[in-house]
């Protein structure tokens, strides 16, 4: 193995897969601030820090990449206000993950199953509910709620050492998953090492991820942001596992999050591959991933967005109407303050009851999130869907709360439905 894959902080020059130093810049979405560390009304005047939010691509292994690299501990906090429970809609696609799995592999029952940054245990509820023995890993204080509610979990990042801890007291592993974390974490080798130390030879790796098929097709610019250091193609993926003794077996697109890759690595050489990997790797040659005119054509597709949103609102706010934000994930965070929406356009971002950020503002632009029960009574009249990835579903129970407002849909480009 020619690259040892844990990166080192701060700026970085070459690919975080296959080592190679032909990268293209893409499009530069400023210095931004950590999009999680929303801020509490006492932190509203102190300093904030941010750092260079650069997109690029491997024209060797069509990986999509940031060149900056911030700590862990600052990205991961133990007050990570995220929960993935609380949406039922992606409690349901999480759940997926098991029964996906489990289907395409032999798993005996009371197998050992663990998920690597676990958040709240939502994935490994289904695995418990399949008859498997579950463990989660998850660094912030949300693995409280996962052991409270009956999955347990460890408080810690996972690591080489950690999986000997594992290894040792719960025994190996037929199943490791990491659902939306594998593209976040610096210390790749670490990680990967501590999961083929884990697995039973033969065991199973489900990793799911952003698809950079679907960033660029769809323009998600705003899923680019410092926790998420890779933007995997199929292609990176089996180079990067080749690198550690597993076979990508098997590979599916599923909707999660705007459009990810859920990808099967198994331990071990000359595994049998399906023709679904086959297809993808086919799909992406096709879409032109190894190619920098389809890399081009998406930075003048984000331009323009950030160009008709913001002129937009700035037309809406010049007649004397109220535009406000609805929903609050991470990807909030770089899309706002790259078009530029302060409080002075948009005074709000409306959270459902349950968030963990009311109260809190959101870092760099330091909008308010407020409970959706202030936007319900005050019925802006546009509201701009910040988590424009899950709208059906949110645009529904809205409409069935009573909100007449104007949805703008900020992405792939702007639309705005009337009620």
Known sequence: ?????????????????????????????????????????????????????????????????????VAPEEL????????????????????????????????????????????????????????????GIEATNIAEIANRNGIETLQKFFSEDLAHHIRKNYGAASVIAATNVFAH????????????????EGGVFVTESHYLLDLLDTVQYDSIYHEHLRYYS?????????????????????????????????????????????????????????????YREFAKRVLKSRQDLLKLVVSARQMGQTVVGVGCPGRASTLLNYVGLSPGLLPYIAEQSTSLKLGLFLPGLH??????????????????????HYADPIISKLRDKGLRSRIVIPLPEVIVQDP
Not at 31 to 38: E, G, I, N, T
Not at 265 to 289: M, P, Q
């Open 185 to 200: 974490v610096a210390s790749l080798g670490d990680i990967l090492r501590g999961v083929s130390l884990l697995l039973d």
């Open 367 to 388: 909008v308010p999130i407020v409970d959706e029960e202030r936007m319900l009574s005050e019925q802006p009249d546009y509201a701009i869907m910040l988590s424009w």
């Open 76 to 135: 991961f906090f133990p007050d990570y206000p995220y929960r993935s429970g609380i949406t039922s809609s992606l409690v349901e696609k999480l759940s997926k993950t098991a029964s996906s799995t489990l289907s395409r592999f032999s798993v005996p029952e009371n197998s050992l199953v663990l998920d690597i940054g676990s958040n709240d245990g939502t994935v490994l509820r289904a695995f418990q509910n399949s008859g498997m023995r579950v463990l």
């Open 234 to 294: 199929v292609k990176s993926l089996i180079k990067l596992f080749e690198q550690y003794g597993f076979t990508v077996t098997d590979a599916e697109r599923i909707d999660n999050y705007g459009g990810s890759i859920r990808v099967y690595a198994v331990k071990g050489r000359r595994h049998i591959v399906s023709n679904s990997v086959k297809e993808l790797l086919t799909k992406e040659e096709k879409f032109g991933l190894g190619e920098i005119n389809i």
């Open 1 to 69: 193995m020619s690259l040892d894959h844990n990166l080192p902080l701060g700026k970085i020059g070459y690919c975080q897969v296959c080592g190679g130093k032909n990268l293209e810049s893409i499009i530069d979405l400023g210095h931004q601030p950590p999009c999680d560390s929303l801020l509490w009304p006492e932190q509203l005047d102190q300093s904030e820090t941010s750092y260079p939010l650069r997109f690029k691509v491997c024209m060797d292994c069509s990986l999509g990449q940031i060149d900056y690299v």
